[in-house]
């Protein structure tokens, strides 16, 4: 069974500058979450996906974030502009449902200079 | 708001050592806690999880006891290998696997 896929797996941008991250769940799973990893902090839920609705995206900065899941698949989580604070590594996850286990991707790292 | 503690690696251990990573976490609700487990190059994988007081989550020769008392939710491992070096993240939730709340990770390193 195929995993979560994500790309890229690192980037490099300038500060102000916009990046977009996709996401491609495990087929069938209704559920999606982005997660952000500082280097040294535990990762951290910017927002969760239930089909193409969102569920919680209490903890996205708004002004500068943004994430979609059309059709209730694929998913992308852009940043523009980008801040030296948003390097981290960006993980996606997906689940079933809302109660069974989330699988985790490999993450995109981000590097922001 | 809900939390999670755990302890400062690297932890370094021999190979056949007892392994203890603590874990202790504050929430309002009775959450569910887990443990997930980084490999190098891999995403984050569940290794283990405990949804209620006193039951024991277990998998691959590791466990972890949910503590109420001590809200605590430490992994053991009664003889680690090499292959076990990895960084360790303990996670609770309010719903299910919703919005886990992770730690800082512990990083477990160890020679043969």
């Known amino acids: 069974e195929a995993g979560v896929a994500q790309s890229p797996r690192y980037k490099i941008i300038e500060k102000r500058q916009s990046v977009a991250f996709w996401c491609n769940p495990i087929s069938g799973h209704a559920t999606l979450y982005w997660y952000q990893q500082i280097l040294g902090q535990g990762p951290k839920l910017l927002i969760q996906?239930?089909?193409?609705?969102?569920?919680?995206d209490s903890q996205l900065p708004k002004d500068r974030f943004s994430a979609e899941r059309l059709k209730g698949v694929d998913s992308t989580l852009k940043i523009q502009p980008a801040k030296l604070e948003d390097s981290a590594v960006y993980l996606c996850?997906?689940?079933?449902?809302?109660?069974?286990?989330?699988?985790f991707g490999q993450g995109t790292r981000l590097t922001v200079v | 708001g809900d939390s999670v503690t755990q302890m400062e690696g690297p932890v370094t251990l021999s190979e056949e050592a007892f392994l203890t990573i603590n874990c202790t976490y504050t929430?309002?609700?009775?959450?569910?806690l887990f443990w997930y487990v980084q490999y190098p190059g891999e995403g984050l994988q569940l290794l283990l999880k405990a949804t209620k007081a006193d039951d024991k989550g277990s998998n691959k020769g590791f466990e972890a006891t949910y503590r109420k008392e001590t809200t605590s939710f430490h992994l053991e491992k009664g003889s680690v290998q090499v292959s076990d070096s990895a960084v360790y993240f303990c996670a609770l939730s309010e719903g299910g696997f919703q919005k886990l709340v992770f730690g800082t990770g512990t990083r477990l390193l160890v020679s043969p």
């Open positions: 996850a997906s689940s079933l449902d809302e109660s069974t286990e989330a699988f």
């Open positions: 996906f239930q089909n193409n609705g969102v569920v919680d």
């Open positions: 929430a309002t609700g009775y959450p569910s």
